[in-house]
């Protein structure tokens, strides 16, 4: 089959869905809602903050190896000595801006995000016990 041929046979089939709905998604329902649901709470909220944390740390260990590797490399008199120390500044302040993305960026909200949805999961664990005792006759 030509690349033309086939190209017309994979718009066709992109066309019949619906322009919403996208690659490995699993659709819509009935109701229009999304077949997949999202599920967040404050634990996984501080999981992913977790993880981050790791991410960070091997972000820096790597930091910490590239720069220790450049700072060994001498080549005084040489013209890419110039080339070298450039490197390494940018490098740094590179490094400095990821660790700060990572840190403020990623982390911190997502800890901020899982102090929220604890006291909203709490105030909504004291709305049900209190519907329940209430629905009890206590």
């Known amino acids: 089959m030509a690349f033309e041929d086939e190209w017309k046979k994979v718009l066709a089939q992109a066309s019949e869905k619906s322009p ?7 659709g819509y329902d009935d109701r229009g809602g999304s077949k997949d649901q999202l599920n967040v709470s404050s634990s996984v909220l501080e999981e992913r903050a977790r993880k981050a944390e790791i991410v960070r740390g091997n972000f820096r260990d790597s930091d910490n190896k590239v720069m220790g590797a450049t700072e ?11 080339a070298i120390a450039t490197f390494q500044k940018r ?9 700060g993305l990572l840190e403020n960026g990623v982390i911190n909200n997502l800890r901020t995000s899982a102090v929220s949805f ?21």
């Open 91 to 99: 490098w740094r302040r590179q490094m400095r801006h990821m660790d």
């Open 72 to 82: 060994k490399v001498e080549l005084k008199g040489f013209k890419s000595d110039a």
């Open 118 to 138: 604890r006291a909203e999961e709490q105030k909504r664990l004291r709305e049900t016990k209190k519907l329940h005792q209430e629905g009890n006759g206590s």
């Open 20 to 26: 919403l709905e996208l690659n490995g998604t699993g």
